[in-house]
């Protein structure tokens, strides 16, 4: 089991597609052990995105994620990491596949809806940015044998 951090980008939140993207985790048989709306304080908005600094769009970056209200995911499943990255899609709107999250739902590039960690390493650096000790619930279902069963 991974657990992986996701959240949806002022944009998302604002155009009302909150309730559809987390449809699509939960769809999938993802358990979610933690959601929260927030504002964006910088200095985690700089922690976060820390690999960007310096490129050209970092800036831009900062001002939108901290511009309005994000919504914030720990999301839990077997290779977790990995399968969100691929509900997700390419970063840019107009290459991403039809079907994912940022193919169905956008066309840019830099306003692209969501975050998600892109490795194990990337994703416990970032759970604990965004969730205090002890904030994740603990969730046993028992559904899981059925759905991650390999046959
Ligand atoms: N971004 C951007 N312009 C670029 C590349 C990235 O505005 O040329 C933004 C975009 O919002 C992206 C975020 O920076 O989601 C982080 O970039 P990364 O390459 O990590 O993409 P992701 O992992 O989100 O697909």
């Given at each position: 089991?991974?657990?992986?951090?996701?959240?949806?980008?002022?944009?998302?939140?604002?155009?009302?597609?909150?309730?559809?993207?987390?449809?699509?985790?939960?769809?999938?048989?993802?358990?979610?052990?933690?959601?929260?709306?927030?504002?964006?304080?910088?200095?985690?908005?700089e922690k976060h995105y820390a690999?960007?600094?310096?490129?050209?769009?970092?800036?831009?970056?900062?001002?939108?994620?901290?511009?309005?209200?994000?919504?914030?995911?720990?999301?839990?499943?077997?290779?977790?990491?990995?399968?969100?990255?691929?509900?997700?899609?390419?970063?840019?709107?107009?290459?991403?596949?039809?079907?994912?999250?940022?193919?169905?739902?956008?066309?840019?590039?830099?306003?692209?809806?969501?975050?998600?960690?892109?490795?194990?390493?990337?994703?416990?650096?970032?759970?604990?940015?965004?969730f205090d000790d002890g904030e994740?619930?603990?969730?046993?279902?028992?559904?899981?044998?059925?759905?991650?069963?390999?046959?």
């Amino acid at each position: 089991m991974e657990t992986t951090l996701i959240f949806l980008k002022p944009d998302a939140v604002q155009r009302g597609l909150i309730g559809s993207i987390v449809g699509r985790f939960e769809a999938k048989g993802l358990t979610f052990v933690g959601m929260k709306l927030m504002n964006v304080p910088k200095d985690l908005a700089e922690k976060h995105y820390a690999e960007h600094q310096g490129k050209p769009f970092y800036d831009g970056l900062i001002a939108f994620v901290t511009s309005s209200p994000v919504f914030v995911m720990a999301i839990r499943g077997v290779n977790a990491v990995a399968v969100c990255r691929t509900l997700i899609g390419a970063t840019n709107g107009q290459k991403a596949d039809p079907g994912t999250i940022r193919g169905d739902f956008g066309m840019s590039g830099g306003y692209n809806m969501i975050h998600g960690s892109d490795s194990l390493e990337s994703a416990e650096r970032e759970l604990a940015l965004w969730f205090d000790d002890g904030e994740l619930a603990t969730i046993d279902k028992t559904l899981d044998q059925w759905v991650y069963d390999p046959s």
